[in-house]
């Protein structure tokens, strides 16, 4: 009742000014990590030259090295390439940087529609989605990319095969990668927020499971760079057991709003 409905005019400066400050904090962050790039590149490395080592019974998680993978090294087939790998890199990593900028700019602009108590939780919002951004990054990182690399460069190698990586398809390769588990690991906030405006429902989430678990695996084949299976149900796992922890956030949000409802 204290706000106003805005003119559409209004929302489209809004948008704009919020796109522009998000754009800028971005290029800024670009610029300083450009300055790194090559530090950024050989931390890249790190999937194609270790393996994560763990044993539940000894309690112990190491990343040893990969010894057919120890010597491969990059190239470069084209003059550019080298210098559009750095530009790659130091963007996904300024992106990185800008994020919980980014995240802050989105609830600027969506603020407007929320209720008074509701816009209090703008802190929240920016921490656990750029944390869960990051989680599923490093997840993929540290955990996926190397079982993928010590899959797909090992399988059936021998004296007649070697892997001879360009820069390009390898920072392509991670960077999407990453990206990708980045953004899916948001579907537990997406499914919080659907199930605050009253679009899902907790039964009707668990009702679609089994929809839920075809669509991962069809989303997992268009996000993953390479066609293969064992890529697609890297990504296609994680996704159903998001689905689930959303569930379990979409059955609390219900459950607070309905003790706080009053009774019919």
């Known amino acids: 009742m204290e706000d106003e409905k805005m003119p559409l005019t209004e929302h489209l400066a809004d948008l704009r000014k919020r796109i522009v400050t998000s754009l800028v904090v971005l290029l800024s962050a670009f610029v300083v990590?450009?300055?790194?790039?090559?530090?950024?590149?050989?931390?890249?490395?790190?999937?194609?030259?270790?393996?994560?080592?763990?044993?539940?019974?000894?309690?112990?998680?190491?990343?040893?090295?990969?010894?057919?993978?120890?010597?491969?090294?990059?190239?470069?087939?084209?003059?550019?390439?080298?210098?559009?790998?750095?530009?790659?890199?130091a963007f996904v990593a300024g992106l990185v940087l800008a994020l919980p900028v980014i995240f802050h700019q989105f609830w600027k602009f969506v603020s407007p529609g929320l209720l008074p108590k509701e816009r209090k939780y703008v802190v929240p919002f920016i921490f656990s989605a750029t944390g869960l951004f990051l989680v599923g990054g490093g997840f993929c990182f540290f955990i996926v990319l190397p079982l993928a690399m010590g899959f797909l460069l090992t399988y059936k190698v021998g004296d007649v095969l070697m892997p001879?990586?360009?820069?390009?398809?390898?920072?392509?390769?991670?960077?999407?990668?990453?990206?990708?588990?980045g953004a899916i690991f948001e579907l537990p906030i997406i499914i919080l927020f659907l199930t605050k405006m009253g679009i899902v429902t907790p039964q009707t989430l668990a009702k679609h499971r089994k929809y839920a678990v075809l669509l991962a695996f069809v989303v997992a084949?268009?996000?993953?760079?390479?066609?293969?299976?064992?890529?697609?149900?890297?990504?296609?796992?994680?996704?159903?057991?998001?689905?689930?922890?959303?569930?379990?956030?979409?059955?609390?949000?219900?459950?607070?709003?309905d003790d706080v409802s009053p009774e019919a």
């Open 164 to 181: 001879m990586l360009s820069v390009g398809q390898y920072v392509d390769f991670c960077l999407k990668f990453i990206l990708a588990f």
């Open 33 to 89: 990590c450009f300055n790194y790039s090559e530090k950024l590149f050989e931390f890249l490395m790190f999937p194609l030259r270790y393996d994560l080592d763990f044993s539940v019974r000894q309690m112990y998680i190491d990343f040893v090295p990969k010894d057919k993978l120890q010597t491969t090294k990059l190239v470069f087939l084209a003059p550019t390439e080298a210098f559009w790998m750095n530009m790659k890199v």
């Open 221 to 257: 084949a268009f996000l993953t760079p390479t066609p293969d299976v064992f890529n697609q149900t890297l990504m296609a796992v994680p996704i159903i057991l998001l689905y689930e922890v959303g569930i379990w956030l979409s059955y609390l949000v219900r459950r607070k709003r």
